[in-house]
């Protein structure tokens, strides 16, 4: 199942360019206006929510956080039932994909002191209750600075941090303490009563909606005296607590933590809200982090870039390190962007036999599963700290921020150093449109900007040298049956058509699409994981990949023989279908003897902004 929208260019992986938008600031911003009334200076149509979902959602007495600039009412439509079943099932696949994921959500201070916060807490609180686990990183600059300058105090910054004075940390307990106790406030209440009462269990209409827990989750230390600069009371990541934040999460709780952290000798420390986020993120093998803003991040011509790979958002980033101080730091912090493996601690000495792992009991994403990365120069992981998957999160901030000069390229930086480190998805999303939250991530298209780390990771078209790799996988499903013998010239002279995934020099999957012009389908074939990697989802994203290569080829539906592995297929949306459906030239080469069952699927048009030209 893939998420997300746009595509963002045809060119090849080698040369891809994605321009980036960057604004003076959102108030000078005139080429992006969505149509989106909790937001009156935004007018255009592009953000608008589309499609079923967005009239669904009016429909299927949802929160309507639209009336005006924040307010919160609950607004009665009729129900058409119809729709509200079909919307469900649905919705179905996304519920099951995210129950259980923990998602690291930063909230920027804009956000929080703006009138959007309370329907993006429901949302919250509503995603909580269907299983996923949420860590809340409150963002606090712009309410530390509000502070300061109404006790006439001035903010000072330099690069990514603030200067934290007395006053500052003063100002920035006060921001916390607020905000803390806004958001415990705001996600105690449960469903309106008036709406379950009639399924008759009351014992549970006065508990609390979401139990929030908050405290001394990381060590800090203090950022010290930094090229003449003395930073005060500003401090950096030492580290971070796992254990006890995945106590609290299994136990339940939304974990709230704050940008507060507390040195050895008791100290309070004002930190950086994004390197808290980050390096928690990392720390705990987090698999979203969603960084929710006050605006969306656009290509030059004014549209929502929809999705990034790493290397693209890597390479956004680098080309602004001579203008950018935060893209400059992100270069420092990861080098030339290369990722050796190290072996990670033997989790094999337990008395049951089976692996443990020290986050949230999956396994490391990176590699093959059996290796956790490092950068080139060792900066954000085993770095002797006490952590093993590392703790040093990214920081941005500081007038380059709150300027706008380089748009949101330090959220874009921040959003690459997390996937570099094994976060597999981050969401950057406009916290001004309603429902961003719930759009994105139950919309197969999404409503922000998405940055992945692992779409089709290592997947492309065949070459000649592939011939050995792909003769050796496919050669145990022909001789069992489930695959069409083929000799080394057909293979070879099909080979073009051919897609691979490999790993570590070594070809571990396989597909082939046969596209039929004319009569705009294609056939899926040859679809192989080698016998070690099975169960990885290898399969899912060879099939992914071909969907996506099919649509771009003008394809318009997917067909396929087969006499073993209907379930398979039919689970992935495939459908049984007559022999007559299947394009003319196809049928007489037909192996009628084999009596091979005929499925066919509709591509839906993809607005994912995930091409597999760019990959």
């Keep these: 199942m893939m998420e997300r929208g746009a595509l963002l260019g045809s060119a090849s992986s080698s040369n891809f360019h994605v321009p980036l938008q960057f604004r003076q600031t959102r108030r000078e911003s005139s080429s992006f ?37 924040g307010s919160d009412v609950e607004a009665e439509h009729p129900v058409d039932d119809k729709e509200f079943v079909r919307w469900f099932r649905e919705a179905w696949p996304y519920l099951w994909a995210h129950r259980g994921c923990t998602f690291v959500v930063v909230i920027s201070g804009e956000v929080i002191s703006g009138p959007y916060c309370d329907p993006i807490l429901k949302d919250i609180a509503f995603l909580h209750h269907l299983g996923i686990r949420f860590v809340l990183v409150p963002g606090t600059q ?16 330099v690069g990514r941090y603030r200067v934290t004075d007395a006053a500052s940390l003063q100002a920035a307990k006060e921001a916390a303490g607020a905000i803390s106790v806004m958001l415990e406030a705001k996600l105690s209440p449960g469903p309106s009563i008036c709406n379950i009462r009639r399924h008759g269990d009351s014992s549970r209409l006065h508990d609390i909606g979401v139990r929030v827990d908050t405290g001394n ?32 999460l299994d136990g339940g709780s939304v974990v709230l933590l704050r940008n507060l952290g507390h040195s050895s000798s008791g100290e309070v420390l004002n930190c950086n809200t994004y390197e808290v986020a980050t390096a928690c993120a990392l720390a705990i093998g987090a698999d979203k982090l969603i960084c929710i803003m006050d605006g969306p991040i656009l290509d030059e011509s004014g549209h929502l870039i929809r999705f990034l790979t790493l290397q693209e958002a890597d390479m956004l980033v680098r080309k602004r390190a001579q203008q950018s101080d935060i893209a400059a730091n992100y ?5 030339d962007g290369s990722i050796t493996y190290h072996e990670p601690p033997n989790n094999n000495n337990n008395t049951n036999g089976k692996d443990t792992y020290p986050h949230n009991g999956r396994p490391p994403f990176w590699g093959n599963r ?17 952590l093993w998957s590392g703790e040093q999160g990214f920081a941005i901030g500081g007038e380059e921020r709150l300027s706008r000069l380089n748009g949101y390229l330090s959220e874009l930086a921040a959003a690459a150093f997390v996937c570099r480190g094994g976060v597999k998805r981050v969401h950057l999303l406009d916290g001004t449109i309603s429902g961003v939250l719930l759009l994105e991530l139950f919309k197969r298209d999404g409503m922000g900007t998405m940055v992945a780390s692992d779409v089709y990771e290592g997947t492309r078209d065949a070459k000649v040298d592939d011939l050995a790799g792909i003769r050796h996988i496919i050669k145990p499903l022909e001789e069992s049956g489930i695959l069409v013998r083929r000799t080394d010239e057909e293979l070879l ?16 999957a396989c597909a ?44 318009e539906k997917l067909f396929l023989l087969t006499t073993r592995t209907a379930d398979w297929f039919v689970r992935r ?43």
């Design 331 to 335: 270069v420092k912090a990861v080098g």
């Design 217 to 248: 989750f990381f060590a800090a230390k203090r950022r010290g005296v930094v090229d003449g600069v003395d930073f005060g009371a500003t401090g950096e990541m030492k580290k971070i607590d796992v254990d006890r934040i995945c106590e609290r």
């Design 33 to 69: 206006r969505p149509n989106n009334k909790l937001n009156p200076r935004f007018s255009s149509p592009c953000f608008k929510p589309v499609g079923s979902l967005s009239s669904l959602a009016a429909k299927c007495n949802m929160y309507d956080y639209a009336a005006n600039a």
């Design 142 to 157: 712009e309410q530390i600075d509000q502070l300061l300058s109404e006790r006439g105090r001035e903010a000072t910054y």
């Design 493 to 508: 002279r099909a080979l073009e058509s051919f897609v691979v995934v490999e790993r570590e020099g070594q070809i571990i």
């Design 512 to 555: 082939a699409l046969f596209p039929f012009f004319e009569d705009k389908c294609g056939e899926v074939a040859a679809i192989a994981v080698a016998s070690d990697c099975r169960g990885q989802g290898q399969g899912d994203k060879l099939l992914d990949y071909i969907e996506k290569k099919a649509s771009s080829l003008g394809l």
């Design 573 to 615: 949306g495939f459908q049984e279908c007559s022999i007559e459906v299947i394009p003319e030239t196809r049928r007489q080469r037909i192996n009628l003897s084999r009596k091979s069952k005929y499925y066919m699927k509709k591509l839906l048009p993809d607005r994912s902004g995930i091409s597999v030209l760019r990959i």
């Design 370 to 386: 059996n290796h956790t990365p490092i950068f080139q120069n060792g900066v954000g992981f085993e770095n002797g700290n006490g």
